[in-house]
């Protein structure tokens, strides 16, 4: 792993947007970049990234939050947002 | 008996975790507090909805012409006066809304997909009116088969709901339609390697029946359209913006233009996030152009808006000798309803969150059959799935003759714990509280005769989300304190004692309000154990620009720079040896000066609340079991869960026993009951059993406080996570009682006689 990146997880149905891809590393300071990165290498992935995807950058789950920084050795996941009853 | 346990850092404060009396409660008990129904206003038509007798059946045509000649009749409408919409999911707050299915949810278009689907409404100067003008609607149904069962209904053949719905997540994309709108999966590890490592396999198959949220107070509006377009409505919800949002969209009208206030609420439990009567009011009054009220039945309520799912679930588990899980499985089929969405996804995340595992495997379905579109109810989808996996964890304690609390603290999620849906864990209860159930009198009193006992975990996430409060310092030095979340679970108090807590002011010198639409920026609904974090953050951030604005003026005053000057203890202060010597002043004297110094001062918040933490739950239940009825009775139960803070206990402990008693209701009695026809047969409270208070032992709680560091006063959230142990706890200990595990819910007396029956014959029996 490249120690300036972040650590990318893709998490559930996500993979099919990635050609089966979930792991991945992506130098990005922002959630936006980190979506702008992946949607450059995965046209597909992009719109799912857009809508309805939350991110845990270490752990912390953040739900439409383009502008929190990620550092360069995050531990980041992408996986469904959640909302509640 | 209600406990505290390892209280949370900070228990000195002077209001937050202590019980005042609660602000709400005077009206309530009076009957002065308005719900939904409670408004009138001058002039006002009553709206009511024709809905389809059939399961299933194209809509040939509608004819609404007599209906119209009858006196008394002001404006019907039916599917055609809602614009068509793309079908497309976008962001609604923090839910993907597809307003292609919402438009047809409101209003059959071209199928009536399940009995109880909205036709046509009409709004009459009476209810009398208004009834018998649905009688003249004439509707030309062709009536096609009906599939209720979600096993029938993912099966090739099976009548189709939505002939262009092709499965999505499955690869290659199936060329034909069917039922199955959705598969998920989620993977961690290698579940065959795991399970190759196994000492124990357990693996069992369950089934759940879809029920109702139940709260006591119907869906009810009242709305409004003056003839320059904008309009007014009032209505019972846990979202105004999102009732605006959502009627905005249908009706093509501009945002700003609808107000939306929200009334007192009996109950949503998740029901009330979503819009059923409101845009059919709004539609009906700018037609009629007279204020309409619309107020469910409660067979309406039960026939025409969400209930959760039914489902059928099959979860496998391997363990080692020694307890550790090495491999776990499960595949969730859910019910959705007439439409896509069932709340499978949330779910399959939750299935194993409680727990360290290094292999997991969770596929889900959601399936559309032809009842109504499920709705959130409390932590959705998670009881369903939780109720499985903790069955059969009891189940594996049992086979490897391990005590069924140190099988689960030995496999126990904790802080740094990847969790089986992808993130570590920060701190979380979960350890605490199995440690907590263990040492609980509870735990170690002898049962009597017939008895048995259960335990059961339970996790939920927990959301953030949009919100906005203001905080105005009045000129008397009183606060008033508007938030947008609707108070379901004790807002008002909690946002009070943390304004107070900030501010060092008496809790009576700070009245809380829930805000109307035209009052505040957007705020998401109160939903997802949110509210208490959400806006009590949002709250601290608006006192906190309060009090530095206080200072501000003081400093002005004394002419000191603004960091000479401090807030502590309800006073501005000079701080520091330099500042000089100045009496402090308290708000009330900055508030009486406040328009000679700048003029009004407030806190205005306006966030997107992150930090959201989970909470985990661990229930202990012990049942009697009629042996010659098979009435399950529930004769103790203790509910013990991680708050964060419980900022007011009592509403904290209101929350676990409200989650109980429904998830009692779940495992013991509730179920909607079909009919071969497709029509449901107990759509009322006499047939559709929820536990009442003589069904029910006094529920004991004990409050665990693992602080969330991301929150001011550490709140997590506490609403949702209540409801997941109980269909669990409940069925490990009839299964302890009578050594029969019961995988159907629910656990109602014929069943259960039924199986005492075949496990007498048998010899197996332990009553």
Request: with cysteine; net charge positive; glycine share 8%.
């Given at each position: 792993m490249d120690e300036r990146m972040a650590h990318v997880t893709l998490i559930g149905n996500l993979r099919q947007f990635t050609g089966g891809v979930t792991e991945i590393d992506v130098e990005a300071a922002t959630v936006r970049q980190l979506f702008a990165r992946l949607g450059e290498k995965y046209p597909d992935l992009l719109p799912h990234l857009e809508t309805g995807s939350a991110v845990a950058i270490d752990g912390q789950i953040y739900q439409d939050a383009l502008f929190q920084p990620i550092g360069p050795h995050s531990d980041v996941h992408i996986l469904p947002q959640i909302a509640g009853g | 008996m209600q406990e505290k346990v390892n209280d949370a850092p900070g228990s000195d404060y002077t209001y937050v975790g202590t019980r005042p009396i609660r602000p709400d409660g005077v009206d309530k008990v009076t009957g002065r507090a308005k719900f939904g129904a409670d408004l009138a206003m001058a002039g006002q038509l009553v709206g009511k909805v024709l809905r389809s007798p059939h399961p299933h059946a194209r809509i040939r045509s509608i004819d609404t012409s007599a209906a119209e000649k009858l006196a008394g009749v002001k404006a019907v409408i039916t599917g055609k006066d809602f614009m068509d919409q793309p079908s497309e999911f976008i962001p609604a707050g923090e839910m993907m809304i597809n307003y292609r299915d919402v438009v047809r949810?409101?209003?059959?278009?071209?199928?009536?997909?399940?009995?109880?689907?909205?036709?046509?409404?009409?709004?009459?100067?009476?209810?009398?009116?208004?009834?018998?003008?649905?009688?003249?609607?004439?509707?030309?149904?062709?009536?096609?088969?009906?599939?209720?069962?979600?096993?029938?209904?993912?099966?090739?053949?099976?009548?189709?709901?939505?002939?262009?719905?092709?499965?999505?997540?499955?690869?290659?994309?199936?060329?034909?339609?069917?039922?199955?709108?959705?598969?998920?999966?989620?993977?961690?590890?290698?579940?065959?390697?795991?399970?190759?490592?196994?000492?124990?396999?357990?693996?069992?198959?369950?089934?759940?029946?879809?029920?109702?949220?139940?709260?006591?107070?119907?869906?009810?509006?009242?709305?409004?359209?003056?003839?320059?377009?904008?309009?007014?409505?009032?209505?019972?919800?846990?979202?105004?913006?999102?009732?605006?949002?959502?009627?905005?969209?249908?009706?093509?009208?501009?945002?700003?233009?609808?107000?939306?206030?929200?009334?007192?609420?009996?109950?949503?439990?998740?029901?009330?996030?979503?819009?059923?009567?409101?845009?059919?009011?709004?539609?009906?009054?700018?037609?009629?152009?007279?204020?309409?009220?619309?107020?469910?039945?409660?067979?309406?309520?039960?026939?025409?808006?969400?209930?959760?799912?039914?489902?059928?679930?099959?979860?496998?588990?391997?363990?080692?000798?020694?307890?550790r899980i090495v491999a776990a499985e499960a595949e969730l089929k859910y019910q959705a309803g007439a439409f896509a969405g069932s709340p499978v996804q949330p779910g399959a995340m939750c299935a194993y969150a409680p727990y360290d595992l290094e292999n997991v495997k969770v596929v889900g379905y959601d399936v559309v059959t032809n009842r109504p579109k499920v709705a959130a109810y409390r932590a959705p989808g998670g009881p369903i799935s939780e109720f499985a996996v903790e069955s059969v964890i009891d189940e594996l304690a049992g086979r490897i003759g391990m005590d069924p609390i140190e099988l689960r603290l030995k496999n126990a999620a904790k802080e740094g714990t990847k969790a089986a849906y992808g993130p570590k864990f920060g701190p979380i209860g979960m350890i605490d509280t199995l440690k907590a159930a263990k040492s609980h009198a509870h735990w170690r009193t002898p049962l009597g005769k017939n008895q048995g006992r259960g335990v059961a975990s339970g996790f939920w996430f927990n959301i953030g989300g949009e919100t906005s409060v203001s905080l105005s310092l009045n000129e008397d030095g009183t606060l008033s304190l508007t938030a947008g979340t609707p108070d379901i679970g004790g807002l008002r108090a909690s946002l009070c004692m943390m304004a107070a807590e900030e501010l060092k002011v008496p809790l009576d010198k700070i009245r809380v309000q829930i805000g109307d639409t035209g009052q505040l920026g957007y705020n998401f609904l109160t939903g997802g154990s949110r509210a208490t974090f959400s806006s009590g953050m949002a709250t601290v951030e608006a006192a906190r620009e309060v009090m530095k604005e206080a200072c501000k003026r003081a400093a002005k005053l004394w002419e000191l720079p603004e960091d000479a000057v401090e807030y502590k203890d309800g006073a501005v202060r000079p701080a520091g040896p330099n500042a000089g010597k100045h009496n402090p002043m308290t708000l009330k004297e900055i508030a009486g000066i406040a328009g000679k110094t700048g003029g009004p001062i407030a806190g205005y918040s306006r966030i997107n609340a992150h930090g959201a933490a989970p909470s985990l739950a661990t229930h202990v239940c012990d049942v009697e079991v009629d042996p010659e009825t098979g009435k399950v009775s529930v004769v103790r139960y203790t509910a013990i869960q991680d708050a964060g803070r419980a900022i007011h206990p009592s509403y904290v402990e209101g929350q676990y026993q409200g989650g109980v008693a429904q998830g009692i209701g779940w495992a013991l009695n509730e179920e909607y009951i079909y009919g071969a026809d497709g029509k449901m047969q107990n759509a009322g409270f006499l047939d559709y059993r929820v536990p009442v208070a003589s069904d029910l032992p006094m529920i004991d709680t004990v409050i665990v406080e693992v602080p969330n560091p991301r929150h001011p006063y550490g709140v997590r959230g506490v609403g949702e996570t209540p409801i997941v142990p109980p269909m669990a706890a409940v069925a490990n200990a009839v299964a302890n009682a009578t050594g029969i595990r019961f995988t159907d819910l629910p656990m109602s007396p014929p069943k259960v006689l039924k199986a005492l029956d075949e496990a007498r014959a048998k010899g197996t029996a332990k009553i």
């Open positions: - | 949810n409101v209003m059959a278009r071209e199928k009536a997909l399940y009995e109880g689907h909205a036709i046509a409404a009409v709004a009459a100067t009476s209810a009398a009116v208004a009834k018998q003008a649905l009688k003249l609607i004439k509707v030309d149904y062709e009536v096609l088969p009906h599939v209720i069962d979600v096993v029938e209904a993912m099966k090739p053949g099976a009548p189709l709901l939505h002939e262009d719905m092709y499965t999505a997540g499955v690869e290659p994309a199936p060329k034909t339609p069917s039922n199955v709108a959705k598969r998920i999966e989620f993977v961690l590890g290698d579940v065959a390697a795991g399970f190759k490592q196994a000492d124990v396999i357990v693996e069992r198959e369950f089934t759940t029946k879809p029920v109702h949220q139940g709260y006591i107070e119907p869906h009810a509006c009242i709305a409004s359209v003056s003839e320059d377009g904008t309009a007014d409505i009032w209505v019972t919800t846990q979202g105004h913006w999102i009732v605006r949002a959502h009627c905005a969209r249908l009706l093509g009208w501009d945002v700003n233009k609808i107000r939306a206030t929200s009334s007192e609420i009996g109950g949503g439990f998740g029901g009330k996030t979503v819009v059923y009567l409101e845009p059919l009011a709004l539609a009906l009054a700018k037609k009629a152009r007279r204020p309409v009220k619309m107020v469910m039945t409660r067979e309406e309520v039960f026939r025409a808006s969400g209930p959760t799912s039914g489902a059928h679930v099959r979860v496998k588990i391997g363990a080692k000798k020694d307890g």
